[in-house]
């Protein structure tokens, strides 16, 4: 009766399995997770509700579970029913007999999907934050370049008819790196604005 009311009320996930990883049992909340039901569960591999794209990652958890027949906290994504990806932590151990032989599988699935978004969420909203802050170094960094150009093209109006080659050349350059610096510094912004994804 004390199992039946902690499988019942555990808030996570939890899934008994065999040795092959074949779903024995599993509570309600896995059935609330997952979109399917009891039945639909009971026989299918536990790897099969990893996202396809995990499926790499979910061998390796349960080879590593079989080596040291506990692990913690291992992030992966699973697939609902309903192909709604979620991000979980997966725990699990290894069952005994009283003799020692190993004999199943427990493991604990907890969502971590709604606390994965916060995070981006702030983030994100740390970045905005950033930016903002960054906007007035930027804009103060962008005078010194300007500034430069704006001489130059001063010293075009006023002198161009007298000034020498070299002197010409020279007001050029000055104004290509000013161009070449203000490119910089508003590249570098735009790159740091924009949102990163990591290439596998």
Do not use: W
């Amino acid at each position: 009766l004390a199992a039946e009311n902690i499988l019942s009320t555990i808030p996570d996930s939890l899934i008994l399995a065999d040795t092959e990883s074949k779903i024995l049992r599993v509570n309600e909340r896995l059935v609330d997770f997952s979109g399917y039901s009891d039945k639909e569960l009971i026989g299918k591999s536990i790897g099969q509700l990893c996202d396809e794209t995990e499926a790499t990652s979910c061998k390796k958890v349960f080879k590593e579970l079989a080596e040291k027949e506990i692990i913690r906290n291992y992030e992966l994504i699973f697939q609902t029913k309903s192909g709604e990806k979620r991000n979980v932590l997966f725990s699990g151990s290894i069952v005994h007999s009283k003799t020692g032989r190993a004999i199943g599988i427990e493991c604990i699935i907890h969502d971590i999907t709604e606390h994965k978004k916060m995070e981006e969420r702030l983030v994100k909203a740390e970045r905005l934050a950033s930016i903002g802050e960054l906007a007035g170094q930027v804009g103060h960094d962008l005078r010194n370049p300007l500034a430069g150009l704006k001489n130059s093209v001063y010293i075009l109006r006023k002198k161009s008819g007298r000034l020498t080659e070299t002197e010409m050349n020279a007001t050029l350059a000055t104004m290509d790196i000013a161009i070449e610096d203000s490119d910089r510094i508003i590249t570098s912004l735009v790159d740091y604005s924009s949102e990163l994804f990591l290439q596998p």
